[in-house]
């Protein structure tokens, strides 16, 4: 077995703690990883806090990992010790289904095994993720990370940035078309980014006026602020496609009166409590749909990180030590970051 640490939690209302367990000696297909850099995904929290319920403890959060391969199974040819690479939030599926082999492994039919909280296949357990100094991921499910990129900066495009490039990317959002962004935090800074690199007009959705001047920054045309009536009214009919990352319960029909015939909007963050059932006849009338979409397969990610090499493009972070972990669940829950934490594990040190 490997010894691994990190922090964890042990229960819903305990703050993250250094913790100590082990990891699988790597297998024939694994990749051994040493974790440089981990991004802190809103969803780290809400699991760690068992707001989505199932949460099994000791959990041990983390799936934008940036590392080095220290070691490679026998079998594994695409990678090399030293190399830099990712994990993102799949570490295995069941690579049978109609999905998986489709090469949509986040919809595997049998359920993807999640960097964290998943079943461990081989020694059995949790899978514990990245806010730790190691991990070993099956070779199809690790990430080629681009020497030209920033590793840290890289870190949050394993999550967040699939997560907004997966529904640009099928419903084929390019030169010409009108796209709209509802929110900008870890999620809505990568879609404008990506949505400007593929050279969409671009327009920001936010209720915060301060935000104007980053996202301009960032590629956006427009900036709306979307408790503005007038504001809204202007936009009517006018967009091809709405990303919408606001992960918290609000009213989508404001937002689907703004896309023109046969528009879509899709919805990428999950909220803790359902949104209001919209209009059905602001769909009917206009052809338009609403529809949702869950991270991004592996091929997708590895495009994804190859696009944002040639194109220069790299998260918005705030760097912090491991011991600051629980310090910045808080600041989140008050959007105190620009725009998404990533945690240096050089400060990792194992428990005493």
Not at 188 to 199: C, E, R, T, V
Not at 238 to 252: C, R
Not at 278 to 283: E, R
Not at 299 to 308: G, H, I, N, V, W
């Amino acid at each position: 077995m490997l010894k691994s640490f990190g922090y964890a939690a042990t229960s819903a209302t305990t703050p993250l703690a250094p913790h100590e367990f082990v990891r699988r000696d790597p297998g024939a297909d694994d990749v051994q990883i040493e974790i440089e850099y981990c991004g802190v995904c809103h969803s780290d929290l809400h699991a760690a806090r068992n707001e989505w319920g199932g949460t099994v403890y000791p959990s041990l959060p983390g799936h934008e990992i940036i590392g080095r391969v220290t070691s490679i199974g026998k079998d594994v040819t695409r990678f090399k010790v030293g190399q830099r690479v990712g994990v993102g939030c799949m570490v295995d599926s069941c690579q049978s289904c109609a999905s998986c082999n489709e090469g949509d492994e986040q919809y595997c039919e049998k359920g993807f095994t999640g960097t964290y909280g998943g079943v461990e296949k081989v020694i059995g357990g949790r899978t514990f993720g990245g806010y730790s100094n190691n991990i070993v991921v099956k070779d199809k499910f690790v990430l080629r990370i681009p020497e030209s990129l920033d590793a840290a900066g890289a870190a949050p495009l394993l999550c967040a940035g699939v997560t907004t490039w997966s529904p640009l990317h099928h419903w084929k959002i390019g030169k010409g078309h009108k796209v709209g962004v509802v929110g900008l935090g870890g999620l809505g800074h990568m879609a404008i980014k990506f949505a400007h690199a593929l050279g969409a007009h671009v327009t920001l959705f936010t209720t915060s006026p301060g935000k104007e001047e980053d996202a301009k920054r960032m590629g956006a045309d427009v900036v709306v602020i979307s408790k503005d009536k007038d504001q809204m009214k202007a936009c009517k009919n006018s967009l091809d496609f709405i990303i919408n990352t606001v992960a918290a319960s609000h009213n989508l029909d404001a937002f689907l009166g703004l896309l023109k015939r046969d528009g879509n909007m899709t919805l990428v963050g999950v909220p803790e409590h359902p949104h209001p059932s919209p209009s059905v006849a602001n769909l009917v009338y206009k052809r338009r749909s609403l529809s949702g979409s869950l991270i991004g397969s592996i091929a997708e990610t590895q495009e994804m990180l190859d696009f944002c090499a040639e194109h220069k493009i790299v998260s918005d972070i705030e760097i912090i030590p491991i011991q600051k972990i629980n310090e910045a669940y808080e600041r989140m829950l008050k959007s105190d970051v620009k725009y998404r934490f990533v945690i240096d594990m050089a400060t990792l040190k194992p428990a005493a």
